[in-house]
T-cell receptor, first 115, second 113 residues
Framework: GAVVSQHPSRVICKSGTSVKIECRSL??????MFWYRQFPKQSLMLMAT?????????EQGVEKDKFLINHASLTLSTLTVTSAHPEDSSFYIC???????????FGQGTRLTVV | AQSVTQLDSHVSVSEGTPVLLRCNYSSSYSPSLFWYVQHPNKGLQLLLKYTSAATLVKGINGFEAEFKKSETSFHLTKPSAHMSDAAEYFC???????????FGTGTLLAVQP
């Protein structure tokens, strides 16, 4: 199988603080992982492509200084929401692709609430 | 460029009746295509995939989809809906030269008792 684990599943934080979300590929190595944001009743919006050992590639309109991505190993990528504001409240989902397969495998998602 | 269009944002069926969720694709070549399901506050789970082998693809939970090149369609079907099928369904295509996935806008399936 191909399992992607995302942690935490839910987090509540105060405005101005930072939150880190982890995405792990449990049984395969992933040189590339993807971070998405999903607003209520909408499709997934790609935020950035995380590349192991190099800088992430951000989509247009996504603030790289606000959404810090680190992909330090072949099984772990992290997304840090810095100086969080209520408008950052959302559902964040990561995914990874296994070498040789076209489909992606998704984490369980993280519900971030900034109060 | 690759794209997918999900024709219905909401579909409501009665339990035990057939399900049809429609997806049309646009591609300059015969693409891979996927259907994913998302239950509330959960990640996405792969239901099935088409990768240019058999045009009729069987997936998990009794779902299947047929790739029809002449109609550029990849509709998702299930003979008999179950309450647990209520969820959001996404038709997805790889983004060609990039590693990205292109998502449809999603179809919310409601199953009435």
């Amino acid at each position: 199988g191909a399992v992607v684990s995302q942690h935490p599943s839910r987090v509540i934080c105060k405005s101005g603080t930072s939150v880190k979300i982890e995405c792990r590929s449990l049984d395969f190595q992933a040189t590339t992982m993807f971070w998405y944001r999903q607003f209520p009743k909408q499709s997934l919006m790609l935020m950035a492509t995380s590349n192991e050992g190099s800088k992430a590639t951000y989509e247009q309109g996504v603030e790289k200084d606000k959404f810090l991505i680190n992909h330090a190993s072949l099984t772990l990528s992290t997304l840090t929401v810095t100086s969080a504001h209520p408008e950052d409240s959302s559902f964040y989902i990561c995914s990874a692709r296994k070498t040789g397969l076209a489909e992606a495998f998704f984490g369980q998602g993280t519900r971030l609430t900034v109060v | 460029a690759q794209s997918v269009t999900q024709l219905d944002s909401h579909v409501s069926v009665s339990e035990g009746t057939p399900v049809l969720l429609r997806c049309n694709y646009s591609s300059s070549y015969s693409p891979s295509l996927f259907w994913y399901v998302q239950h509330p506050n959960k990640g996405l789970q792969l239901l099935l995939k088409y990768t240019s082998a058999a045009t009729l693809v069987k997936g998990i939970n009794g779902f299947e989809a047929e790739f029809k090149k002449s109609e550029t369609s990849f509709h998702l079907t299930k003979p008999s809906a179950h309450m647990s099928d209520a969820a959001e369904y996404f038709c997805v295509v790889p983004g060609g030269a990039t590693n990205k996935l292109i998502f449809g806008t999603g179809t919310l399936l409601a199953v009435q008792p």
